[in-house]
């Protein structure tokens, strides 16, 4: 009897202990916690095609390719949402980006941030499992689709098409976006990466802290402006509307303040690419007179045009930007020498060049352009018929035949029947000067010596027929020579001065030559420095891209 007991009891001590068990088991199974993010991503892949549109929401996709190759690459997964199905920091930090963009000099209106903060707060609050999985999608593609094309504005520019505001070449855009954000999507630095697609120029990259120190400092960007007069018109008048301007620009506090007002202009011309003199002259006139809002408009039309522009192609190179009227040459990446240049006029423009220097001519003939010829020297000839021969000028026919100038009546020519060459003999009176440096160009542009060294002087230099003039070019053949290692000197320069014959030097070494039109630089500090306009090709690019901004708003 003892024993059945026992039995009995065994039996259900055993069976009990396993029913326990089992209820452990399913308490277990019960409170394993559901994987959200899981059941996103199969939303995701199995909607896919109703939420990747062409519209979605109030946003145009003008890039769908790209969105179906990146998410065809990660097999229709989801980067920018959690697992408890919220936004991420990387997502929540790309719409800070996109709303920031000013900073970047790009128009805030290209990117609908008010759509991504309202998917985000719908994210939030909505309940509804297949509701809140679709906010997640369009929230998921939306950033996606920002992020290249927030990219590529960064890197390329916004404009499709720059034909008609340069001659220069437009780099070409290599990038993969798609594997590039699939790369960038696995760091923790996906906004690092973004913006690591800026350029690398380092003009680029000051003027660009230079735009968020500018938008610190300014505390609005108002359009309004104060219309100032030159000095010799009336100078209380002028000093007046100058202290308003002043203060519109923050230069200065207090209108009254003569000895503050006397500092605040100076540095305003300085900062203006304008003579410090403290004197309101007809420049200064002008760079007081534009409001806040188009001094930044114009810091963002010269980041667009660096990201036109590849980045340099040597640590040495030559630099011109024609808008400051300054040469600049550059060693192991470090400026070693400046000089002030003469640049072409409105009607004979400088143009943008990328080259090479190759050679320097010694004592240089200037042959004359048939355009000059027949615009300019014609009518000297016919008021002056001594003018050819004073100015040591050479006349010959189309098969080179030297021609006597007394025995052409020039009272007869005009440009029909214009069919000569005219030729400059080298000298001081030559309009080259005594020495040409020679990046061989279809525009036939270089740099060059001039017998005007009056206008180095001047705070406008835009006079030449679109060659560029070089202040003490005697002194940069000299730099140049050395710089090369060549064979010939200096010494032997001056010496083929002195025989009156002109002589082309080769260079071991072809130095990169960039000349550009750059209207606001920025020193390391990001400290901005504007020039004028010469060309008027400011306005012409402002109204492109606000154009484009309009329309895609």
Known sequence: MRKTILFISIFYFIFSCSGVEKKAKENVKRT????????????????????????????????????HKFYNNIDHSTIWITDSIQLSEAGIRLIDQLSNAKNYGLDTRWYKTNTLIALKKGLDTIQLKDKKYATASELEVLLTYYFMQHGKHLNYGVLGSITNLTEMSRKKFNLNLPDYLNDASKSDSIIEKLLDLQPKHVEYRNLQKGLEKFLENTSSLSTDNVNVQVFRKDSLKTIKQAKKALVLH???????NDSLYFNALTKFQTEHGLKPDSLIGKNTAIALSVSPYEYYKKIVTNLERWRWRDDWSSSDYIYVNIPRYKMQLYKNGKQSREHKVVVGSFKNQTPEIIDTLEYIIAYPYWNVPRKISVKEILGKVQKDSTYLIRNNYEVFDYSRKTIEPNSVNWNEINNNNFKYFIR????NSNALGLVKFIFPNKRAIYFHDTPSKRYFKREYRAYSHGCVRVDK?????????????NKYTIDNVYEQIKKKKQKSITLNTKLPVYIYYTTASADNLGNITFYNDIYKKDKTLINTSTELAINSN
């Open 424 to 427: 400059q003999k080298g000298g």
């Open 473 to 485: 070019a005697l002194d940069l053949a000299d730099y140049l020579l050395k710089s090369d290692n």
């Open 250 to 256: 923050q230069y200065l506090t207090d209108e009254q």
């Open 32 to 67: 394993v916690p559901r994987d959200y993010k899981a059941e996103l991503n199969q939303y995701f892949s199995t909607n896919y095609l109703s939420v990747v549109k062409p519209v979605i929401k109030d946003v145009k996709i003008d890039s769908i390719a790209w969105i």
